[in-house]
């Protein structure tokens, strides 16, 4: 089984900047998916960028250009740098693992969840 912790959340001013972590271990491969979610009050999970073994990166455009993944492997350790902060990135933010299924990450396919680090903007 594989566990992941998430880090790093806070309180930042809008156009502000944040890193977060994820810590992963336990049954590790190099085949396997880390992304991140993110879930506001009221709202459902989403998606926000994930990255495969061989470190290609996926990112949903609402993030793009302002969300950057990151991957250590050796450490297995996951980074969120989220700049130009936004109120409405306001949420908890969750990391996750999965399995590659033929070679790619697949957002329905995460199986591994960490409890969240919350994130606040204030405007």
């Known amino acids: 089984e594989v566990q992941v912790k998430e880090s790093g959340g806070g309180s930042v001013q809008a156009g502000g900047s944040l890193r977060l972590s994820c810590v992963a271990s336990?049954?590790?491969?190099?085949?396997?998916?880390m992304g991140w979610f993110r879930q506001a009050p009221g709202k459902e999970r989403v998606g926000l960028a994930h990255i495969d073994g061989s470190g290609n990166i996926n990112y949903e455009d609402f993030v793009k250009g302002r969300f950057t993944i990151t991957k250590d492997s050796a450490t297995n350790t996951l980074y969120l740098q989220m700049n130009r902060l936004q109120p409405e990135d306001t949420s908890m933010y969750y990391c996750?693992?999965?399995?590659?299924?033929?070679?790619?990450?697949?957002?329905?396919?995460?199986?591994?969840w960490g409890r969240g680090t919350q994130v606040t903007v204030a405007s």
């Open positions: 336990g049954s590790m491969y190099s085949t396997y998916c």
């Open positions: 996750a693992a999965a399995w590659e299924v033929a070679g790619a990450c697949e957002w329905d396919n995460f199986a591994y």
